[in-house]
């Protein structure tokens, strides 16, 4: 049986790409702004925007003539369209420093210099929400929560669960708390802690909800606004992963540490996916092209460690912030490695994994073992 969520659990006000052109929902600042402050102008009670910008995407795989990013649309060039309140900002390849984990070619550079012109637009667009914010007088009793649902779309970003990947921005602003503003902190934070914030911000408690258990596993950030915490040694943050594309299903599961990362690759026996926007990018064209010409790559790993992963990655962060020297299996690591890997069960457990003992067992918690659930041995393991 089925159900559409969206007419159980719709929003009052909804501008989105199925019923609205997507580069105009998602990349027309001026559009959205619009969509705001017809909103806000109609509210009468508390409320929760959520407003959703596409510029960190490509769509040179969809809508190549604007750009590997969609850089140009909205330019005001012939064909491209224009966003009245866009001041464009264009990057030059030489400007760009790249990051660890690109390879140090022109390709990649143009590549990530087109990403930051579009980064530049979702900049202007959130300062013109924020204004739509001022004008009705809600700057000053809103919660405000930036952040994003990935790292970057290239190699070793977006759909890994290395730091390259799972890095994301997370801005608070916050009216009600002042102690820290504009300060940095360094606790571990995640997209998980995003619905208990919400929570703590309008006191409604974590509990039970009717019938069913609360599954939240997140934490308030709220805390973080008055004071940094001394002690970090005890954070930890998961982090899942399942599937970009339909065809690209590759279930991992994560614990970081402020020291350590534990991954569990679960369909390790299959080579590393590939979308199909990451695919056609120039970044992994060359990656790829030179590695068919058996010519070097100028990339911190090969091809063939990027497809064909083992079980488990252990890094110790403090020594390999790059996530190359895989500790699993070292004798020395024994004992943190254990002791991840039962976090990392137990979050599994509390929050319904169906992937709880993939691979190599099947979690059995009916019948007879409604009392006593087990991973039962496939007795598959190579």
Request: proline share 7%; charged share 25%; with cysteine.
């Amino acid at each position: 049986m089925c159900f559409d969520t969206k007419s159980i659990y719709s929003f009052d006000f909804e501008r989105t790409e199925e019923k609205y052109p997507i580069l105009q929902v998602g990349r027309n600042i001026t559009f959205i702004k619009d969509q705001v402050r017809e909103f806000l102008n109609n509210i009468t009670e508390p409320f929760f925007l959520y407003v959703a910008f596409h510029d960190p995407h490509r769509c040179g795989h969809t809508n190549p003539q604007y750009g590997e990013f969609c850089e140009k649309f909205g330019t005001g060039e012939p064909g491209m369209g224009y966003i009245p309140d866009w001041q464009p900002i264009l990057y030059q390849p030489d400007e760009i420093e790249l990051p660890y984990f690109l390879p140090n070619t022109l390709e990649a550079k143009q590549d990530v210099a087109a990403q930051y012109s579009t980064i530049s637009r979702l900049d202007q667009g959130v300062g013109l929400v924020l204004k739509e914010l001022e004008l009705s007088g809600h700057l000053n009793d809103t919660l405000i929560i930036y952040s994003s649902d990935n790292g970057i779309p290239f190699p070793n970003g977006r759909t890994n669960l290395y730091d390259s990947g799972l890095a994301e921005p997370m801005f608070i602003s916050s009216p009600l708390h002042s102690e820290r503003q504009n300060k940095v902190t360094y606790s571990l934070a995640s997209l998980l802690d995003i619905v208990p914030t919400l929570l703590d911000w309008y006191a409604i408690p974590k509990g039970r909800r009717g019938k069913a258990k609360n599954k939240l596993t997140g934490k308030s950030l709220l805390p973080l606004l008055i004071k940094e915490p001394e002690n970090k040694s005890s954070e930890a943050v998961f982090a899942s992963h399942n599937l970009h594309e339909v065809t690209m299903y590759y279930p991992m599961r994560a614990i970081r540490t402020q020291k350590l990362k534990l991954i569990h690759n679960i369909n390790y026996y299959a080579p590393f996916p590939i979308d199909q926007d990451l695919y056609l990018s120039p970044t992994f064209q060359y990656i790829l092209n030179k590695t068919r010409a058996k010519e070097g790559v100028n990339w911190f790993k090969t091809l063939n460690t990027y497809y064909n992963r083992p079980e488990w990655e252990l890094y110790d962060l403090r020594h390999d912030p790059a996530e190359l020297n895989n500790l699993y299996g070292n004798s020395k690591y024994k004992s943190e490695f254990d002791e991840l890997q039962t976090k990392l069960f137990d979050w599994q457990l509390q929050t319904n994994d169906p992937w709880l003992c993939a691979p190599h067992s099947v979690f059995e918690e009916k019948g007879a073992f409604k009392n006593n659930p087990q991973c039962m041995t496939l007795d598959n393991a190579s």
